[in-house]
């Protein structure tokens, strides 16, 4: 008992208290099928940070502690107001199972790519049902070593996605292995509504300044978080899914959010969005928007912040097209597929 006392004593010393904007944190946690998994890390600053500071911990399945096998140090350097996309290490195209490659389109988006060895470090085999630390800090050598204040030198806790020591049960409401979720209903855990942190993206609300540095009571992954689902279906006509002449049904890696983070730290805000091939106004918007394409592309989805359809059409003509969204409030996604496979997403506020 008093071992157990004073590991807690030791884990909670390294808690932080971030002003706003003033530390970095997770803006972007990917847990995609397979080995698909990725965050981005968001510097809030106006100077630029050094990662070998920090390192990435995993607790798995409900785990109240983890170890420094568990855990993997961070290296490179973010800009001000700019993010980095930390990868796992997957990257033999002849991989199968455990080892199998995680997507061109994910590998793309990667600033860096870590723990490619399950047995060296675990830290990125993160499923929806596992806590996610951001810390400072340089871990030691010893794979067993707790994370804590005693071990890791200048320890101090940045940002946790979910809740650690809880182990969030599936859609049948049983929390079995690592088949569970972080779910939309209270309270988050029991496999209620839409299980939103597996086989999902989850984007940081623009209105978040700073990382969760001490244990929540109730992980609500929609408070501070948006979702997208992993993947973009391409539609015909009728609603039903295009397959290729392979038979199989065509989709896309749905990482296009990653490499730029939108947040209210950022010095500037531009109302409209401009792009190459098209724009989007006026963003944010009531509950209608008008989106400019600039070339005839092959589809226009728009989805809300849980990844369903609420607007899709196939084979667009360059114009102006007025769309009447949803007049709740909240973020959308508009998903654009062009006529030689270049794919764009990007967020609509409506307020």
């Known amino acids: 008992m008093k071992k157990s006392l004073l590991a807690v004593l030791t884990f909670v010393s390294g808690f932080t208290f971030a002003q706003n904007c003033s530390k970095i944190f997770i803006s972007e946690y990917v847990e995609g099928w397979s080995n698909n998994k990725a965050i981005e890390i968001y510097n809030p600053t106006s100077v630029p940070v050094n990662l070998n500071e920090y390192f990435v911990s995993r607790y798995s399945n409900g785990a109240t502690t983890a170890t420094v096998l568990n855990s993997v140090q961070l290296s490179g350097t973010i800009a001000p107001f700019d993010v980095y996309v930390a990868v796992l290490d997957k990257q033999d195209e002849n991989g199968t199972g455990q080892e199998a490659p995680i997507w061109d389109s994910l590998q793309a988006r990667a600033d860096g790519f870590y723990s490619p060895v399950y047995n060296t470090s675990n830290a990125f085999y993160w499923n929806g049902n596992d806590a996610v630390m951001l810390a400072k800090g340089t871990l030691p050598s010893n794979p067993a070593l707790l994370i804590n204040a005693t071990n890791v030198p200048n320890f101090a806790i ?194």
């Not at 972080?182 to 999902?200: E, I």
Request: a negative charge; aromatic letters at 10%.
């Open 158 to 351: 940045i940002d946790i996605f979910g809740k650690i020591g809880e182990n969030p049960a599936n859609e049948t409401g049983s929390a079995a292995g690592n088949d569970g979720a972080w779910s939309t209903q209270f309270p988050y855990s029991s496999g209620q509504g839409v299980l939103v942190t597996k086989d999902h993206s989850m984007i940081r609300k623009a209105s978040i300044e700073k990382g969760v540095s001490t244990p929540v009571s109730f992980f609500d992954p929609m408070l501070e978080w948006d979702t997208i689902p992993p993947v973009i279906y391409l539609f015909d006509e009728n609603g039903d899914t295009i397959e290729s002449v392979n038979g199989n049904v065509i989709l896309f890696g749905n990482w296009f959010s990653l490499g730029s983070h939108d947040c209210s730290c950022n010095p500037v805000s531009m109302p409209e969005m401009e792009f190459n091939n098209y724009s989007i106004f006026p963003n944010p918007t009531e509950d209608v928007v008008t989106i400019k394409l600039d070339e005839n592309i092959k589809s226009l989805t728009i989805t809300n912040s849980l990844g369903q359809s609420i607007w899709n059409k196939e084979f667009l003509n360059k114009g102006l097209y007025t769309i009447e969204l949803p007049k709740s409030a909240g973020v959308y996604f508009v998903h654009l597929v062009s006529n030689n496979g270049t794919n764009s997403t990007e967020k609509i506020l409506v307020k």
